[in-house]
């Protein structure tokens, strides 16, 4: 499993996930985009999902103390990945209950969501 922080440019935050997803891969990828978005002071995120296959059920994911510092500093969200995985990805970024848009594309919609990300919130 991968989760990682690969590029910050102008605002844009891309974080690559794929395989089973760790509550340790995902605290340091967390820690990365802290990173990013001290460094930013505001990004939007493109979560690239590939060959995904889940979270790991064995994960304590109840901890929100990213989302409380860093919220703020996060204008949108777009998930790119497989269908099946839309419901359970928008629940687990918890769309709707944080303060910015979340969105989910399929692969073959990537350049509509890099679009949605550049429109103003």
Known sequence: ???????????????RVSGLLTEKD???AQQHMAEAILRQNKVRILALV?????????????????????????EKMAIVGDKKWEDLALLFSAKGLRGFPIEYFVPADIARARAWLEMDA
């Open 26 to 28: 995902m605290l340091g």
């Open 50 to 74: 590939d060959n995904f296959s889940g979270w790991d059920p064995g994960g304590t994911w109840d901890d929100f103390s990213f989302q409380d510092s860093f919220d703020p500093h996060i």
């Open 1 to 15: 499993m991968t989760a990682e922080v690969s590029d910050v440019r102008d605002g844009l935050l891309t974080l």
